[in-house]
């Protein structure tokens, strides 16, 4: 085995060490992955320990190489339940309940919605690798957080797959949410354009960073409570999908998601009954990668959501 080793040049500035490491050193992501897993890619002599740490100029990037691992795809599992709100020929548009993580990872290698639409739709398989795409992702379009529901899409085909990431590039994918955030929020709507990116002082998180990727949400309020504190319902709308975008952003402005573990920064709402983000894609609308006829879904609020309103006086919406 031998050892690559690339001072980071302006051009991977920024971009994320799997993307990096599959392009310098010529291997698949799934390859990517299982050498960060065993410790084989470092960075100024730290071992990467997650695959979507983001890479700077001038940084010194250590590769151990040797013969391609080649990780098997997601298993079929038919126990992971699979709420359908739309599906055809070309896509699914998927209704997933909290605590359901999307695609398999670090400490999260089966009971994924992925291994759940194999069951259900196993030519995604082929999906991922006609595209040449991570394995672990088949026919993933983008996420969700763990503890956020909702709507989100995914591509039957590679041709679908091709249209339902070029209209998230060019933004013709509208996607809302529903999020509960601590305290009094000024005016009527708003929007937050700051870059983000992954957090210097915690590789888990990511925050408002000037090294980050331009990251805009709009915003506009749906209720107003006063008690047990001040809390605002709002409508959040994503002009792009950064990882935990919305709750960056929102912590950002002084107003975070209500039970929000990481972004919340020590606040809480007293009596709280949910233990998750209150946070729910309830909104989703794209043109058919196919007949380009555009189309929209709408997902309620699940019940511990409209209890948690309900505690606060406010009818469920």
Known sequence: ??????????????????KAVALVADVSRSAV?????????????????SRSAVLHQGE??????????????????????????????DMVVVDKPAGLVVHPGAGHRTGTLVNGLLARYPELAGVADELGSDPER?????????GT??????????????SLVSQLAARRVS???????????????????????????????MAVSRRGKEARTRYRVEGRFEEPIPTTLLTAALETGRTHQIRVHLS????PVVADAVY???????????????????????????????MTWQSELPADLRAQLGALGAAPR
């Open 1 to 18: 085995m031998s050892t690559l080793v690339v001072t980071v040049p302006p051009s991977l500035d920024g971009v994320r060490v799997d």
């Open 33 to 49: 992955n299982a050498m960060i897993e065993e410790r084989r890619i470092s960075v100024d002599g730290t071992a990467v320990t």
């Open 60 to 89: 010194l990037l250590s590769v151990e190489t040797g013969p391609e691992v080649r990780r098997p795809g997601p298993e079929a599992d038919a126990s992971v339940a699979v709420v359908v709100a739309y599906e055809d020929a």
């Open 138 to 146: 088949p026919g993933i379009v983008h996420r969700l957080d763990r």
């Open 149 to 162: 529901s909702g709507l989100l899409v995914v591509a039957r085909t590679p041709d679908a797959y091709r």
């Open 175 to 205: 996607r809302e949410y529903r999020a509960l955030v601590l305290g009094r929020v000024e005016g009527e709507s708003g929007v937050v354009d700051a870059p983000v990116g992954r957090s210097a002082s915690s590789p888990t998180r």
């Open 252 to 255: 950002a402005i002084g107003h």
């Open 264 to 294: 919340a920064r020590g606040r809480v709402l007293p009596g709280a009954l949910i233990d998750r983000p209150f946070l729910h894609a309830f909104s989703l609308g794209l043109d058919h990668p196919r007949t380009d006829r555009r």
